[in-house]
């Protein structure tokens, strides 16, 4: 079956860390995206790509990295310069906005 | 002012009621209109798209845009409680331009 993937479900990072979160589709789309959801804050773009090896910062990058070196993977790194990177992270592929967003199940980030 | 704007809710409603979720918008370049629902600690799902003005029905679900007052809708009949959900709007111009998201309204449906 085609989808978007995420891993993990949930991940627990320690103060002055860096975790890297998993996105991975097999939908075969060109463009993919990555949203931080707060509670009544709705979604906030992290970082999108379009196009391999090319990615363009949201209105939230800082404290982000992303790479995109396969059309597959769209891997999310939060890193120590976060300072409040407590969220659920969903990751989303699609073949263009106006045709609508995939999204992945998501995966919730504690710090502890 | 807010690209898109979209009441928070929550909204609790009987079973059976007729719900009517709401998002107005600034930005007059916006063309295509979504609505995605949202089960608790899940990804989005894909409900309702919709190309420039009109409506579009599915099921129990109608969604209507009026692009000349910058407002879209979607309407609920015969709500379910399997309906409880959190209900986001999003919209788009032509082009690459991410989605942009209203921040969700959260719907409870009383059996």
């Known amino acids: 079956d085609g989808g978007i993937t995420q891993s993990p479900k949930y991940l627990f990072r320690k103060e002055g860390q860096n975790v890297t979160l998993s996105c991975e589709q097999n939908l075969n789309h060109d463009a993919m995206y990555w949203y931080r959801q707060d509670p009544g804050q709705g979604l906030r773009l992290i970082y999108y790509?379009?196009?391999?090896?090319?990615?363009q910062k949201g209105d939230i990058a800082e404290g982000y990295s992303v790479s995109r070196e396969k059309k597959e993977s769209f891997p999310l790194t939060v890193t120590s310069a976060q300072k409040n990177p407590t969220a659920f992270y969903l990751c989303?592929?699609?073949?263009?906005?106006?045709?609508?967003?995939?999204f992945g199940s998501g995966t919730r980030l504690t710090v502890v | 002012q807010k690209e898109v704007e979209q009441d928070p809710g929550p909204l609790s409603v009987p079973e059976g009621a007729i719900v009517s979720l709401n998002c107005t918008y600034s930005n007059s370049a916006f063309q295509y209109f979504m609505w995605y629902r949202q089960y608790s600690r899940k990804g989005p799902e894909l409900l309702m798209y919709t190309y420039s003005s009109g409506n579009k029905e599915d099921g129990r679900f109608t969604a209507q845009v009026d692009k000349s007052s910058k407002y879209i809708s979607l309407f609920i009949r015969d709500s379910q409680p399997s309906d409880s959900a959190t209900y986001l709007c999003?919209?788009?111009?032509?082009?690459?331009?991410?989605?942009?998201f209203g921040k969700g309204t959260r719907l409870s449906v009383i059996a």
């Open positions: 790509s379009q196009i391999v090896n090319d990615f």
């Open positions: 989303a592929s699609s073949t263009g906005p106006s045709y609508g967003y995939t």
């Open positions: 999003a919209m788009s111009s032509a082009g690459n331009t991410p989605l942009v």
